[in-house]
């Protein structure tokens, strides 16, 4: 038989990292030594005392069957405890928590649950391409609005058209913003429930980087807006608080409603997230506060100053983030993003990932991942030095 992808499948935009990691995959084949700045996983290892609180949760035979559905009532009340602590939002553990296979998971599936074939969903650009994958996915249409420097890379929801709006089902946000390191007020997020209130849209927040800020001000949730659970679900995930990329765990809260039906289609999908990690999760989730963490709080800042000093010494506009370990850097004047990224990764074995390759609004950017050794991020930075464009 001849082969042929889904049309669906075939409707996908390039994974943003494919073409940077083959010409990175490229230059390792050849023996060169590559500070990789390419991909967000944290290079620390998973804080220990949840690793201990896993090699105990994994040896009870209770934690090795299939877990199915949302979540264990632990997990699902510890969220709920951490939501009432660390937001002041009350949520029933029950109904409005739901466990995920890793918060990427829940994003892609999400369209599944809340739109029909057709329908426009209302999608950011730059962005994580989560979530225009699961709406193509499920048949939808992504509509995209640009994030901008001017309007420090949160949308003018002023600007999208009243009739996307009011026909879409789904908007997606993502506060602090991967790739461009953006935090969103109280305020924005209270506009935004505003807006969806209006158009009746459901908001779809996703939070993976919400614990990991450098500012004295938290970096909000959505749900903290009174009435915001009718209109918006918000997604977080233990991945980049807690160094935990590989052990796939995250969490969506708020609509109960939107909750039930994505709980649905994931019945149907996998058969829930290994129980023994969400007994490790809960442990981790205890612990926000214990000084490991703080040690990490202050590590990212180092490394920011260190590599945005050697970024502006090349003429690039570099600020260290207030939260996520994304520099977003303004190439220097009359470069394209790609150029370079090229010239970097020939010329200083630096691998960055060009902002284009995020949606065109991202043009004119470079996004640096912070997940680098501090001390290779010196050698990057004194690499950097020898550079000419
Ligand atoms: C890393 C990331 C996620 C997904 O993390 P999981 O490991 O699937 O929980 C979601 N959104 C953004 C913006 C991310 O950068």
């Known amino acids: 038989m001849t082969f042929t992808r889904s049309d669906r499948l075939q409707a996908l935009p390039p994974y943003p990292l494919a073409e940077i990691d083959r010409k990175k995959r490229a230059a390792i084949a050849a023996g060169r030594d590559i500070i990789d700045f390419g991909i967000g996983d944290p290079d620390q290892p998973t804080y220990d005392f949840i690793v201990e609180a896993m090699n105990h949760a994994m040896r009870k035979p209770e934690r090795q069957k299939y877990p199915f559905g949302g979540g264990i009532p632990e997990f699902r009340r510890e969220i709920a405890a951490f939501f009432a602590r660390r937001y002041g939002v009350k949520l029933d553990p029950q109904r409005e928590v739901l466990a995920l296979i890793g918060s990427k998971e829940g994003i892609a599936h999400l369209p599944l649950a809340v739109v029909n074939p057709g329908q426009p969903v209302l999608i950011p650009e730059p962005a994580y391409p989560a979530y225009q994958a699961g709406t193509i996915f499920a048949g939808g249409v992504p509509d995209v609005f640009k994030l901008t420097a001017e309007r420090r890379w949160l949308p003018d929801l002023d600007a999208i058209p009243a009739d996307v709006a009011k026909a879409a089902p789904l908007m997606f946000l993502n506060y602090p913003n991967n790739p461009t390191g953006a935090t ?10 505003d807006f969806a209130r209006r158009h009746d849209v459901l908001v779809a927040q996703d939070a993976a980087y919400n614990e990991l800020y450098f500012a004295d001000e938290r970096p909000p949730s959505i749900l903290q807006v009174p009435g915001a659970s009718e209109v918006a679900v918000e997604f977080h995930s233990a991945s980049k608080t807690f160094n935990m990329t590989g052990w796939r765990i995250g969490f969506v809260v708020g609509n109960a409603d939107v909750i039930a039906a994505l709980a649905a289609v994931k019945a149907n999908v996998d058969t829930g997230v290994f129980a023994a990690v969400q007994e490790a999760a809960c442990v981790a989730y205890a612990n926000l506060d214990r000084p490991e963490l703080h040690a990490s709080r202050r590590m990212y800042p180092e490394r920011a100053a260190l590599f945005c000093e050697a970024l502006r010494g090349l003429g690039f ?11 977003w850097a303004r190439v220097p004047a009359g470069h394209n993003s790609a150029a370079v990224c090229d010239r970097l990764l020939e010329q200083a074995n630096i ?11 991202g043009e004119g950017y470079v996004r640096f991942s912070l997940s680098v050794p501090t001390e290779r991020i010196r050698a990057a930075a004194a690499r950097m030095k020898g550079l000419k464009w």
């Open 351 to 361: 691998v960055g990932v060009p902002g284009s390759s995020f949606g065109p609004a």
């Open 317 to 327: 506009t570099a600020e260290p983030p207030t939260a996520t370990f994304y520099v």
């Open 184 to 193: 969103a007020t109280l305020d924005f997020f209270r506009r935004a429930v």
